[in-house]
């Protein structure tokens, strides 16, 4: 079955700084990579819909200049929060959309949990 | 707005009684629905899918979902729970006009199966 991989699985920052969160379709090709953020005990709320060669999407009250993406390949998109703060500290998912596949299918990766301090 | 209703935050069995888990939506179009499950700090394993078809569908780990258009409802059951279980599950929709790439999930239920 189609694999997505994240990394780093946890990651734990200062405030103030950067953090890329790399999101990688392993044995597919995927066109269209999306960036959920889970609140603990809560939904995933749809960040940003990310298409390779171009600008992302993002969802209503989503800061594109603080949660930058890039989709540069078929296969890998990165999730850059910029100058985290502790209010950013979340559990972050991708999921991939096979080009190949039904438009419907989206697979997820395991989840990143940032923690700023 | 186009919305997914989970109404119980946690459903409580007896290990080897069914389970149901419910699932309401209200979104445009005929929608895709879909069945997913989280374990701690994981990401979401898919379940089960209805695209079209008989109303009843089968997925993993005998889990299955009965659409019901005039109810507007997709309620995820399995006859017989077992302990491993145990776990959050999500019910998703994505519409079926507007952002059709787009998933919009419920808030989730989570199930505690008791030995």
């Known amino acids: 079955g189609a694999v997505v991989s994240q990394h780093p699985s946890r990651v734990i920052c200062k405030s103030g700084t950067s953090v890329k969160i790399e999101c990688r379709s392993l044995d597919f090709q995927a066109t269209t990579m999306f960036w959920y953020r889970q609140f603990p005990k809560q939904s995933l709320m749809l960040m940003a819909t990310s298409n390779e060669g171009s600008k992302a999407t993002y969802e209503q009250g989503v800061e594109k200049d603080k949660f930058l993406i890039n989709h540069a390949s078929l296969t890998l998109s990165t999730l850059t929060v910029t100058s985290a703060h502790p209010e950013d500290s979340s559990f972050y998912i991708c999921?991939?959309?096979?080009?190949?596949?039904?438009?419907?299918?989206?697979?997820f990766g395991p989840g990143t949990r940032l923690t700023v301090t | 707005a186009q919305s997914v209703a989970q109404p119980e935050d946690q459903v409580n069995v007896a290990e080897g009684n069914p389970l149901t888990v419910k699932c309401t939506y209200s979104?445009?179009?005929?929608?895709?629905l879909f069945w997913y499950v989280q374990y701690p700090n994981r990401g979401l394993q898919f379940l089960l899918k209805y695209i079209t078809g008989d109303n009843l569908v089968k997925g993993s780990y005998g889990f299955e979902a009965e659409f019901n258009k005039s109810q507007t409802s997709f309620h995820l059951k399995k006859p017989s729970a077992l302990v491993s279980d145990s776990a959050l599950y999500f019910c998703a929709v994505r519409p079926g006009s507007g952002g059709y790439n787009k998933l919009i999930f419920g808030a989730g239920t989570r199930l505690a199966v008791h030995p």
């Open positions: 979104v445009s179009g005929n929608p895709y």
């Open positions: 999921s991939a959309r096979d080009a190949s596949g039904s438009s419907y299918e989206q697979y």
